[in-house]
């Protein structure tokens, strides 16, 4: 069955760039019906939809963080990735990445991956 | 921004009872609302999506309705394992934005 499973480096500087990559396994990320999102959880928090890709490549992103984000697509290699530039420490959370399924005209995220923790420090 | 706001914040409660969580936005979102259920350390879980169809795989004693601003799960008969943390969710418009949770804890 499908799985998501998020990487990248679990501690990143004050003002740097927090990258962070999905590897989809068991389905193609190239299929139709399908967007391909990122979603975040700072400690003891709610949760915060940080953005979503076709793998067209048109993107969504939340307002609150569109100017420092970038959400890509590699179809080539069945992965999406994250990045999130001039982080401060209200940038610590789980990531989680996900995937979103419209194609009965409802948008929702069915499939979770398990998430990964950004800690944001000198 | 469409602000979702979840009542109650928390709530204590036995196995077997009949439990209501409620999710009002702040404008209408139509039918477009998900709930999630998340447990400590874990990915969110899809449980209903539309407001009232229910995931694949996920237990019939979990029913969504509304429509609108004004959405409820229920819960029919409380089980160990639905002790978690719920979310609504609305991706009517961008940024789909969560309510601030419901945790349900065990009387």
């Known amino acids: 069955q499908l799985q998501l499973q998020e990487s990248g480096p679990g501690l990143v500087k004050p003002s740097e760039t927090l990258s962070l990559t999905c590897t989809v396994s068991g389905g193609s990320i190239s299929s139709s019906s399908y967007y391909w999102g990122w979603i975040r959880q700072p400690p003891g928090k709610g949760l915060e939809w940080i953005g979503y890709?076709?793998?067209?490549?048109?993107?969504y992103y939340n307002p609150s963080l569109k100017s420092r984000v970038t959400i890509s697509v590699d179809t080539s290699t069945n992965q999406f990735s994250l990045k999130l530039n001039s982080v401060t420490a209200a940038d610590t959370a789980v990531y989680f990445c996900a995937r979103g399924d419209y194609g009965n005209g409802w948008y929702y995220m069915d499939v979770w991956g398990n998430g990964t923790t950004v800690t944001v420090s000198s | 921004d469409i602000q979702m706001t979840q009542s109650p914040s928390s709530l204590s409660a036995s196995v077997g009872d009949r439990v209501t969580i409620t999710c009002r936005a702040s404008q209408s979102t139509a039918n477009y609302l998900n709930w999630f259920q998340q447990k400590p350390g874990k990915a969110p879980k899809l449980l209903i999506y539309a407001a009232s169809s229910l995931q694949s795989g996920v237990p019939s004693r979990f029913s969504g309705s509304g429509s609108g601003t004004d959405f409820t799960l229920t819960i029919s008969s409380l089980q160990p394992e639905d002790f978690a943390t719920y979310y609504c969710q609305q991706s009517y418009t961008i940024p789909y934005t969560f309510g601030q949770g419901t945790k349900l804890e065990i009387k």
């Open positions: 890709i076709y793998y067209s490549g048109t993107t």
